[in-house]
């Protein structure tokens, strides 16, 4: 392809340092919309350069950047060329669900035999199709090949000096957080942080512990598996309502206060002052922070972790689950220091750490840079994902109030206060659309709404999905007072992978 007219870019405005993030989405944009169809070859990098203005080097960077992602591919003899297509978009062809059995969003494409895979909005993940790979596996070349004798034995239970090392660097400079290598225990994820964390909580004479209400179902199910009670803590607009927890009898609580899971919603300094001065008061209360979806922010600066402020009664957890796959089931745990050693006792006794290939991988990401240059990209990659998304819904569900969306993965859609959105996203299902009811993450009865996650679906097929979506929500907007009032899931369900656990 030519570079003359190419997309019809104009990058004439573009401050110089914005340069390589610019053209990167503009690329993204017209592979996801279809613009640049599959097997389409790039302009060579030296013509494109000369003809937007930009350096050659600028060009080389987009195109590594996005080969990393698996959007593009050099060949041989061929240039650079768009790589395999992304999931085909659904089309609301049928405004009614059948009478039985689940049916599927036909595809746009031209097919003998329709698709059986529902669209997922409900699994929260990031966009798994611009995983790293080209950087993961240049770092694992790098590992194996300087791997010593050492690195290849057993780890420490506490996890790889090298990747404690370099956590305890990244974290100091992205999120303020206060830590020693020697006090980073590496984890199978977030899940697994709590589950070590819980019982070492209940030995200590913990019989109850405090949550969201709402708040993630995964990590409410996780805490009531250990803990003989979990109470449920007020989430308002300014985040985890300190007064309601005071009223609680815990010493202990579960708090999202970078990016509130799942509203959105970020901790008030006020608040952030109330909760530290709590934890403050006791001996053994303890706030374990999880910083969900920290690293996507859009329409506003960096929230500071709160491990800082009282790192004697803040655990701070953490995963990769969002910042790069979770089937890496990499995550951290930051505990207090008189909790430290009894976390890596019974670490030991449960299964003696965390495999070390995959973290000695994660320490060469951060020492390299290539994880922060991956999040800068996923970062505007997200941001125009998002951008989509609040657009299709404000377009086929006009109306209705979307919240939680400067920054994360998912945007939570209130329903009217007569709609049972269990009642809607099984409908939902029906027609092929998968989504998160509100209510499943909620303790207490509240508002209706749906969780909608947005960022593993090009914009196209996110806004055929909520197009079938508003052909369920739209007859039943119309009708009142038939339906019962959102009710926690009971007991023994199962929970869903969509759950935010992590």
């Known amino acids: 392809m030519s570079g003359h007219g190419f997309l019809l870019l104009d990058a004439s405005g573009v401050p110089r340092g914005r340069r390589t993030d610019w053209l990167a989405d503009r690329l993204r944009d017209a592979i996801d919309r279809g613009a640049l169809p599959p097997g389409t070859p790039l302009p060579a990098t030296r013509t494109l350069a000369a003809e937007l203005g930009l350096a050659r ?51 746009t494409e031209p097919s003998t035999e329709p698709s059986t895979e529902p669209v997922d909005l409900a699994t929260g993940v990031p966009d798994l199709g611009a995983f790293p790979r080209a950087a993961w596996l240049r770092a694992e070349r790098a590992v194996l090949d300087g791997a010593s004798r050492a690195d290849l034995g057993y780890p420490p239970v506490t996890g790889a000096p090298a990747l404690r090392t370099a956590l305890s660097a990244w974290l100091a400079r992205s999120r303020g957080v206060h830590a020693a290598p020697d006090d980073v225990i590496v984890t199978a994820g977030v899940t697994g942080a709590l589950s070590l964390l819980a019982p070492v909580l209940l030995d200590e004479g913990h019989t109850t512990i405090g949550v969201e209400d709402p708040g993630a179902q995964g990590n409410r199910r996780i805490l009531d598996y250990w803990l003989p009670a979990v109470t449920h803590v007020a989430v308002d607009d300014d985040g985890l309502d300190v007064a309601d927890l005071r009223r609680q009898a815990t010493d202990a609580v579960v708090v999202t206060p970078a990016h509130h899971y799942p509203t959105g919603v970020v901790l008030s300094p006020e608040r952030r002052r109330a909760l530290v001065a709590w934890a403050q008061e006791g001996e053994r209360r303890l ?130 206060e007569h709609l049972d959105d269990e009642q809607v996203a099984a409908r939902a299902r029906d027609a092929g659309v998968l989504v998160q009811p509100l209510s499943v993450h909620r303790g207490r009865p509240g508002p209706p709404g749906l969780v909608l996650s947005y960022a593993a679906h090009p914009p196209a097929r996110f806004a055929a999905a909520v197009a079938v979506l508003a052909t369920v929500v739209g007859p039943a907007r119309g009708r009142s007072g038939t339906a019962p009032a959102p009710r926690r899931p009971a007991p023994g369900r199962a929970p869903r992978a969509g759950s935010a656990a992590r």
């Open 287 to 416: 706030v374990v922070e999880d910083d969900y979806d920290a690293e996507y922010r859009y329409d506003r600066r960096p929230v500071r972790a709160l491990q800082p402020l009282a790192p004697d009664h803040v655990a701070y957890v953490a995963s990769l689950s969002k910042t790069l796959a979770p089937a890496l089931r990499l995550g951290w745990l930051i505990p207090p220091r008189r909790l430290h050693d009894r976390l890596v006792e019974r670490r030991w006794a449960t299964d003696l750490g965390s495999p070390a290939v995959p973290q000695l991988v994660l320490a060469e990401l951060l020492r390299s840079g290539a994880l922060e240059r991956h999040l800068r990209t996923m970062r505007g990659r997200h941001r125009t994902r998002r951008d989509a998304a609040v657009s299709a819904i404000h377009e086929h569900l006009p109306g209705l109030r979307v919240t939680g969306i400067a920054a994360g993965l998912h945007v939570v859609v209130l329903l009217p």
């Open 57 to 107: 080097n600028t060009v080389t960077e987009v195109y590594r950047r996005l080969a990393e992602e698996a959007l593009v591919t050099a060949r041989v003899g061929a240039g650079t060329v768009v790589a395999a297509a992304p999931p085909r978009p659904p089309t609301p062809a049928r405004t009614t669900a059948p009478a039985r059995g689940p049916s599927t969003v036909p595809s």
